[in-house]
């Protein structure tokens, strides 16, 4: 069997440019699956090219807890007083203090699937990640990435819940 490679358009959503980016590489025929970030400025725009080439790619929900505004509210150890995200530093500092609890993250976690619901968008996965970065930008000093594949699970996209 000859090896293939699948290219994953990550951050649709996040911004304008991203969004003009990931379009061109999916009307190009590049890209077999993209993340959206529902929390992103630009989610409305991302969401209708996620409905558009729904039919030839994989959409997933980019879930994200490090950039942009909580849609579960504030949390402590996960947001600011006004429900911005902390920057990740703090989240990881946070963290060996036993925040935030996982009712928080659940509570974000319901809340972005709930607004990519209010979009229309099914989704085929979750991803997410972690990333940290050095005083220069451009210089990742760790990255932790994960992904749940939803379909084999027999689990509804649309209705996220288990087929019986």
Known sequence: MKPTVAYHADDLG???AANRGIERALAAGLVRS???RVVGDAVDE???IARRYRDRVDVGLHFSLTEGRALGGPAEGLTDLLGRFLPLPVLLASATLGLPHAASIR???RAQLERARNLDLVF???D???AANEARPATTIGVVGWRVVVRPSGLQSRG???EP
């Open 107 to 109: 509570r974000e976690l």
């Open 160 to 162: 996220w819940r288990r």
């Open 14 to 16: 996040h911004d304008e």
């Open 46 to 48: 991302g969401a209708a």
């Open 128 to 130: 997410g990640r972690l």
């Open 34 to 36: 993209v993340s959206v």
């Open 124 to 126: 085929d996965h979750l």
